[in-house]
């Protein structure tokens, strides 16, 4: 997805149709918004928030995978960031 679109929406607080690009089991269950919601803090660029999990957005012109997600990379960002890391948190 255009980076310039996503950055729009973001800014705007559009809904965005996710074009997927990270693969997870069946089993996960991934809520995008909430991602988004809890990384995201006052004053901080659009472009920071995705980076996160995407990358060099700043310098990208689309999204992608940068890199595979594993529980314990999940498991590690949850911890960094206050989040539940109980298993249904993540997992149907």
């Not at 689309?62 to 990379?73: A, E, F, H, I």
């Amino acid at each position: 997805m255009e980076i310039a679109k996503v950055r729009d929406a973001f800014d705007n607080g559009n809904p965005i149709d996710w074009i997927r690009v990270h693969r997870l089991p069946d089993t996960v269950r991934f809520v995008h918004s909430a991602h988004i919601k809890a990384l995201s803090k006052p004053g901080m660029p659009t472009a920071q928030v995705c980076s996160t999990c995407h990358g060099d957005i700043p310098n990208a012109k689309t999204v992608g995978q940068v890199r595979s997600l594993k529980m314990g990379d999940c498991v590690a960002c949850h911890r960094q960031n206050s989040a539940p890391t109980d298993c249904t948190t993540c997992h149907k």
